[in-house]
């Protein structure tokens, strides 16, 4: 259940650069067949059963506004909700904690995001491909990830070269995101004369990432509506 947890908030937190070539039209019956047979685990089932409806649950007008960074200080309140209600679905967590989760961790990835953006963080298109080459190589190497992937893309009826391509800004995203906390970081250990990579310095991590996030959070004015 942990695993499946895991993949679904990876999933669901990310709201504004969803996948962008999802087809209303629901997936073809070889998916649905596979999907339901007795060889397929009920993680992988259940990422496919959660990918399918999120899919389903969108009108051609809202997909238009998922197809780039969203770069609003607003977070959509029904989007999280919709999101929350699916995750509930599958997972022992109930729709107001997913929606908690959801909110905290949104407000928080955006107000980062867009202080990085602001403050002219960048990841270049070969740090982009780099990291999207190692996830390509990990899909390839671990059977694990590759049925939790193929769960995913096959959920939003996307071939897998779809699915890197829409994953791609997303990757993007994150990439930014964790660009500026790890520059924040060092910055804080120099301030505090602690020497980066050592035990005190992730263990302050913790501590540096709320103030960094609920300081940006107020500059933006971040917030769900």
Do not use: C, H
Not at 20 to 33: E, I, Q
Not at 107 to 136: H, P, R, T, W
Request: glycine share 2%; proline share 1%.
């Amino acid at each position: 259940m942990k695993r499946i947890i895991i993949a679904v908030s990876s999933l669901v937190v990310v709201l504004g650069v969803v996948f962008a070539m999802v087809l209303l039209n629901g997936n073809d019956t070889d998916d649905d067949s596979y999907y339901r047979s007795s060889g397929v685990s009920e993680e992988e089932k259940d990422l496919y059963q959660f990918s399918k409806a999120d899919a389903e649950s969108f009108t051609k007008e809202e997909l238009k506004n998922l197809t780039a960074i969203d770069e609003s200080p607003v977070i959509n309140r029904d989007l999280i909700k919709k999101r929350a209600r699916l995750a509930a679905e599958i997972s022992d967590k109930s729709q107001e904690e997913w929606e908690m989760t959801l909110e905290q961790k949104s407000v928080k990835n955006q107000a980062i995001y867009l202080a990085a953006k602001k403050e002219g963080v960048k990841v270049s298109d070969k740090e982009l491909d780099d990291a999207m080459n190692k996830l390509k190589e990990l899909y390839e190497e671990d059977a694990e990830y590759k049925k939790e992937i193929d769960a995913i893309r096959s959920g939003y009826n996307l071939t897998i070269d779809e699915y890197w391509d829409t994953y791609r800004e997303q990757q993007r995203y994150t990439m930014m995101i964790n660009k500026y906390e790890e520059e924040y970081y060092r910055r804080m250990a120099a301030k505090e004369g602690i020497k980066p990579d050592t035990s005190e310095y992730y263990d302050r991590q913790k501590k540096w990432y709320t103030q960094l996030s609920d300081k940006m959070i107020q500059k933006y004015n971040v917030r769900v509506e």
